[in-house]
């Protein structure tokens, strides 16, 4: 039986994510297309999660007596006055996808975000056409609030955003 642990993420982390954030697999389904170096992770760890604007996790997978560290979850652009934040997630190791690990973690987050954060709402931007990250967001209760039409230029063709949404009184609801 295997079982999903957030763990803060650290340093030492480094390593993971920016081959894991350079993957074609991976950025694909992100807004910024461009590579990441260490170098601008090490400066992301120390300006928003070490400052409060993010709240950032590395989805541990433990079972068999092993863990493995198979991707990320964040809460950025967390505004304290407003109550609110913004979720990210991927799975950083292909052989980890589609079977319900993000869904886990997104549980785990939603939990930290209203609970520990006291947040009142988390939100995303979603591609259009990532039906499958769609479709996952609305199993863990985010609801589509909005498109944004042709809103993000992806090589040549603009791309809708779908912005999604959970309220601290929907989460508790579920």
């Known amino acids: 039986m295997s079982k ?20 074609e697999s991976v950025k ?43 991707g990320t979850v964040i809460i950025k652009n967390i505004d304290r006055k407003n109550k609110k ?8 190791e292909e052989s980890y996808r589609g079977k319900g690990y993000a869904q886990e973690a997104t549980k785990q987050i939603l939990e930290i975000g209203f609970s520990e954060l006291n947040l009142n ?4 931007y979603v591609m259009s056409d990532n039906i499958a990250g769609i479709k996952a967001y609305k199993k863990a209760g985010f609801e589509i609030e909005g498109i ?27």
Do not use: P
């Open 121 to 124: 709402r988390i939100y995303l």
């Open 28 to 70: 694909m389904n992100l807004f910024t297309q461009s590579e990441l170096s260490a170098e601008q992770h090490l400066d992301w760890l120390k300006n928003k999660v070490e400052s409060g604007l993010c709240d950032q996790y590395i989805i541990v997978i433990s079972e068999d007596n092993t863990c493995t560290d198979v």
């Open 4 to 23: 999903v642990v957030l763990r803060k993420i650290n340093e030492l982390d480094t390593a993971n994510i920016v081959r894991w954030r350079n993957s």
């Open 85 to 92: 934040g913004e979720f990210g997630i991927f799975i950083g």
């Open 148 to 174: 944004l039409k042709e809103d993000y230029l992806r090589g040549d063709k603009f791309i809708d955003i779908v912005v999604m949404g959970i309220t601290k009184g929907k989460w508790k609801l579920r």
